[in-house]
């Protein structure tokens, strides 16, 4: 059974940080990537990281305060988040494809390219 768990959300000031996690169990991922859903808007990407190259890609929201990053032995994906704004706060998701990877990570930023999903973690920005 594949696991996803994700953890470091919480209430954050605008301008802070947060790190979040996400550790994956029962199968080894090609590639683990961040989603967000904020109440009454559809679930978009926020960044992945490709394991066999070390690839990386960000939405154009993320580029610049966000960085994603891992280890690949220990099945784990971080996604450091800084200067937060209001419009950040989400349910953030973490994403795992067991497909295998034939390209880098800027053609794996659909919903439709990952496997697994977990529960989700709250983040709230706000003063």
């Known amino acids: 059974q594949v696991r996803l768990v994700e953890s470091g959300g919480g209430l954050v000031q605008p301008g802070g940080s947060l790190r979040l996690s996400c550790v994956a169990s029962?199968?080894?991922?090609?590639?683990m990537g961040w989603f967000r859903q904020a109440p009454g808007r559809e679930r978009e990407f926020v960044a992945t990281?490709?394991?066999?190259?070390?690839?990386?890609s960000y939405a154009d929201f993320a580029k610049g305060r966000f960085a994603i990053s891992g280890d690949n032995a220990k099945n784990t994906v971080y996604l450091q988040m800084n200067s937060l704004k209001f419009e950040d706060t989400a349910v953030y998701y973490c994403?795992?494809?067991?497909?295998?990877?034939?390209?880098?990570?800027?053609?794996?930023?659909?919903?439709?390219?990952?496997?697994?999903w977990g529960r989700g973690t709250q983040v709230t920005v706000s003063s």
């Open positions: 994403a795992g494809r067991y497909r295998p990877t034939y390209y880098g990570a800027s053609d794996y930023g659909s919903q439709s390219d990952y496997d697994y």
């Open positions: 029962g199968r080894t991922n090609r590639a």
């Open positions: 990281i490709v394991w066999s190259d070390g690839s990386t």
